[in-house]
């Protein structure tokens, strides 16, 4: 299995509050991603990364923001989180970034009450 | 975008049966087309996948088969096992590259 740890696996949060998902990675790959995944919608991309301090939006980036200061680390930040934030978050990492094997962590549930 | 359409969204089988499941695009530029499957509780894994410079490939009991003219893909189970049962998708690596884009899933189940 490819070396990607989430942390936390599980989660419940206020409406309100600023949450935290940190997807760490040991195989050097250049590319992370968040994804969201949503009963009906299968998984949408959140944000991506292509370096260190470099990252873009997906298509569904509106109330997150992310980080990288480090290869391996890629943080997701809810600044306030809200009901329909409440999903099943995913890390991925990949090589190259194109037309190869993307590798997932095993996900996040977050649950915002 | 570059939208990935999957159907069908839930697929129920009987043990030994073969199971489809197509995915549909729009960008002329896709040349890596992946399958992923999950398991629940896990993360997708990625299972099997075909470039564009060929038509089938298999591996064991599955097979993905490319038409890029009519820009569709598809898997294909054959001899479906329980441990088949799991969500199933369809992705693409956007025409530009760096964004990976799901289909919306197949839920497949293997009943006895």
């Known amino acids: 299995d490819a070396g990607i740890t989430q942390s936390p696996r599980h989660k419940v949060t206020e409406t309100g509050t600023p949450v935290t998902l940190r997807c760490h990675q040991t195989e050097n790959h250049r590319y992370m991603y968040w994804y969201r995944q949503d009963p009906g919608h299968g998984l949408r991309l959140i944000h991506y990364s292509y370096g260190v301090k470099d990252t873009d939006k997906g298509e569904v980036s509106d109330g997150y923001s992310v980080s990288r200061s480090k290869t391996e680390d890629f943080l997701l930040t809810l600044e306030s989180a809200t009901s329909s934030q409440t999903s099943v978050y995913f890390c991925a990492i990949s090589d190259t970034g194109r037309d190869t094997e993307a590798f997932f962590g095993q996900g996040t549930r977050l649950t915002v009450v | 975008g570059e939208n990935v359409e999957q159907h069908p969204s839930t697929l129920s089988v009987q043990e030994g049966d073969s199971a489809v499941i197509k995915c549909t695009y729009s960008d002329s530029a896709s040349n890596y087309f992946p399958w992923y499957k999950q398991e629940l509780g896990k993360g997708p894994q990625l299972i099997i996948d075909?470039?564009?410079?060929?038509g089938e490939k298999k591996d064991q009991r599955i097979a993905v088969t490319l038409n890029k003219t009519a820009k569709h893909f598809s898997l294909h189970i054959t001899e479906t096992q329980p441990e088949d049962s799991a969500v199933y998708f369809c992705a693409l690596w956007r025409g530009g590259g760096n964004k990976l884009t799901f289909g919306t899933g197949t839920q497949l189940k293997v009943e006895l």
């Open positions: 075909i470039r564009s410079n060929v």
